[in-house]
């Protein structure tokens, strides 16, 4: 049944232009806007019906899905022509089985890698903004794939476009004044240790010289208390260390997108206790300032009806290009953004 689902989605999508077809640059645009534009349903559709198939057995970690899945992002920054920040054709960051095992207790798990990816900037490339997102899942459990195309399948795609968005404006001539690192961590959901490997043991790049993470977990569905308004995402953590972040975040999306920005997990009091729940904490803990963007939890969340034929592909769209724009601004304004908060994070 999900595979008849899936194909009539894909037919959908297939019947749908893609911005891309038509781009051309117009030195008039707003630069944003234009490349922002690229991003789009039809495009997050067709990497997410792969990539939140059967085929990659809900890419637990470490296990052959899982390879499946950073096989397809590595193959796919090299078809973009986005360099590794490694060196080459390499593009994993491994993380060993044994470090994994000693730092989660929900089971043994294999060797695993992060993906990572890199735009270098063009007049302060020591200067970093991180794009992540979690690239695998829970797997197959009594049978059932655990296909993970909202958590966090949405998040993974955004990038892809996120990053492809970015490739163009560089060839033409127009990319960014800092550099970007896509980041895409493995173990998220055994205790954040892709995103804990790279803060904590093996920084590729000094995180004294990160300006921000923001992060992306689960932005492809509505949770129950949006029904009637679906146009939002939750924004947890952007005002925790930056308030020039913050205020920056809430400029882009006023003039872009317009979503519903929406703080109710951003509560200290809060108990989901969500800020401590994904990849951006072990930056934040760093005192890089972050932004956390989520649709909230719903009847599908770690189940095997988390598939891509549930997606909103209209409300991912502008979620991503949200972010997208976010990037934009705080890699291409003059000044880096402050954590004016850093000293008394907690």
Not at 150 to 168: C, H, K, N, P, R
Not at 238 to 248: F, G, I, Q, R
Not at 273 to 286: E, G, I, L, T
Not at 288 to 308: E, L, M, Q, R
Request: aromatic share 10%; charged share 30%.
């Amino acid at each position: 049944m999900k595979k008849i689902l899936y194909v009539a989605s894909a037919l959908a999508f297939m019947a749908c232009g893609s911005s891309k077809d038509a781009f051309n640059d117009d030195a008039n645009k707003d630069q944003s806007a234009k490349y922002a534009s690229t991003i789009t349903a039809k495009d997050l559709g067709e990497h997410l019906f792969t990539y939140a198939s059967d085929e990659f057995e809900g890419r637990e970690t470490g296990e052959p899905g899982q390879k499946k899945a950073v096989e397809y992002l590595k193959n796919f920054y090299i078809n973009q022509g986005i360099i590794s920040p490694l060196g080459g054709n390499d593009y994993f960051q491994e993380v060993p089985a044994d470090w994994i095992n000693k730092n989660t207790r929900r089971g043994e798990f294999k060797d695993s890698e992060n993906v990572v990816a890199f735009i270098k900037g063009s007049e302060k490339p020591d200067e970093i903004i991180v794009i992540s997102a979690h690239l695998d899942h829970e797997g197959v459990k009594d049978g059932e794939v655990y296909n993970g195309a909202d958590d966090d399948g949405s998040g993974t795609v955004a990038m892809l476009e996120i990053a492809e968005a970015f490739q163009m404006a560089v060839k033409n001539g127009k990319g960014p004044k800092r550099s970007i690192l896509f980041l895409h961590v493995t173990g998220e959901e055994k205790g954040l240790l892709g995103s804990k490997y790279y803060t904590d043991v093996d920084p590729i790049f000094p995180l004294a010289n990160t300006v921000c993470d923001l992060n992306i977990d689960m932005i492809g569905r509505i949770d129950d208390r949006h029904k009637t308004d679906p146009n939002f995402v939750y924004l947890i953590g952007s005002d925790k260390l930056s308030t020039e972040l913050h205020n920056l975040s809430e400029r882009v999306n006023e003039k872009y997108t317009k979503i519903n920005l929406d703080y109710k997990y951003n509560d200290e009091n809060d108990p989901n206790r969500f800020y401590y729940r994904s990849d951006h904490y072990n930056f934040a803990k760093n005192n890089v300032p972050i932004i956390f963007y989520f649709n909230g939890t719903h009847a599908d969340y770690h189940k095997p009806t988390d598939t891509p034929d549930r997606i909103n592909y209209e409300l991912l769209e502008n979620r991503a290009r949200l972010v997208f724009h976010t990037a934009w601004e705080v890699a291409n304004q003059e000044t880096r953004i402050i954590a004016d908060k850093a000293q008394s994070a907690k």
